[in-house]
């Protein structure tokens, strides 16, 4: 809940508050901390599916945290949401749902690293993406930055040493990490007009309602081995610093800087994750980690550097 007053504190766009301008630096930031929020997830995520909760269960529970808590903190604009916030607010849950999904289900069908990199990858498409939808040719840096991070990623998951082979849940995590590509442009490009306090109930609504949905369909044998005291906690906490502290916090900082160096810094999410994995103790650190962590690290500085301007000068 404290991510949410921090977010309420930046900017009230389109809510007829006083607009406290965010600078890029201040914007890359706020990803920056979602995606260590994120990073930390995994470890209350892995606490869950060891109590056997499965993905649409989990997903469902924790969005509707995060609509409640986004209706207690900003009911008075969530009131007057329009049909355009409405229906942008569907599209961007739903393309959200659908990548997290997908991904879960890769997982099923395919090794942890392998999964953890084409996750990843989704930074490889969101320049391109918006050059074909968008006509905006991403800086030269971007593509530089986009391999540096991919060789890091690939000594992050010690793909180096164990190879990689295609699967059924490769194929799936590769297409997840498109609909994550398309959320990242969708939310820098598409939303900017839309009150980002709705579009935040909007995305806790859809991920809540779809996940409870999916997990009612396909799930529900499955609830009679689940150790709830076990698993609750972990998806409230999940609910409440994942979904509404993070995903608010990506949504503001996206409107204040481009999808292609958005997307870097949210890619970091994998390498947090690892980071907070060995320090509690669940993984060794190694020397890929070392690397692929300061080869990502690298990558982000560059995106922050203004070659231009100091060619310029």
């Known amino acids: 809940m404290g991510f949410g007053a921090v977010a309420l504190n930046l900017t009230m766009r389109n809510a007829g508050e006083t607009l406290m301008r965010v600078t890029k630096t201040r914007a890359n930031l706020m990803l920056l901390i979602a995606a260590i929020i994120w990073g930390a997830g995994y470890i209350f995520s892995k606490m ?106 690939v000594f992050l998951t010690n793909l180096v040493n164990r190879g990689f082979t295609l699967h059924i849940g490769d194929l799936l995590t590769i297409i997840s990490a498109v609909f994550y590509a398309i959320q990242i442009v969708y939310f820098g490009m598409k939303t900017t007009s839309t009150n980002p306090w709705v579009l935040s109930f909007m995305l806790g609504v859809t991920q809540g309602g779809f996940g409870m949905i999916w997990s009612l369909l396909f799930e529900h044998a499955s609830y009679g081995a689940i150790d709830w005291q076990a698993g609750l906690w972990p998806v409230v906490v999940l609910g409440i610093l994942s979904s509404f502290g993070a995903q608010t916090l990506q949504l503001i900082g996206q409107r204040y800087t481009d999808p292609t160096p958005a997307g870097i810094i949210l890619m970091t999410e994998s390498m947090f994750g690892s980071i907070f994995s060995v320090a509690l103790g669940f993984e060794p650190f190694t020397m890929n980690l070392l690397i692929g962590g300061s080869l990502i690290v690298i990558a982000l500085l560059m995106m922050q550097v203004d070659f231009r301007h100091r060619n310029a000068s």
């Open 48 to 153: 869950a599916t060891n109590a056997n909760m499965q993905a649409g269960l989990i997903n469902g529970i924790r969005g509707l945290i995060y609509a409640g808590l986004a209706y207690i903190f900003f009911h008075k604009a969530i009131n007057k949401m329009t049909m355009v916030d409405f229906r942008i607010g569907m599209t961007a849950g739903f393309i959200n749902f659908v990548g997290y999904q997908l991904q879960t289900l890769g997982l099923k069908y395919t090794t942890p690293a392998n999964n953890a990199f084409l996750t990843a990858i989704y930074v490889i498409f969101i320049p391109f993406i918006v050059w074909i939808f968008f006509h905006r040719r991403p800086e030269g840096k971007s593509y530089v930055a986009i391999v540096i991070c991919v060789v890091g990623m």
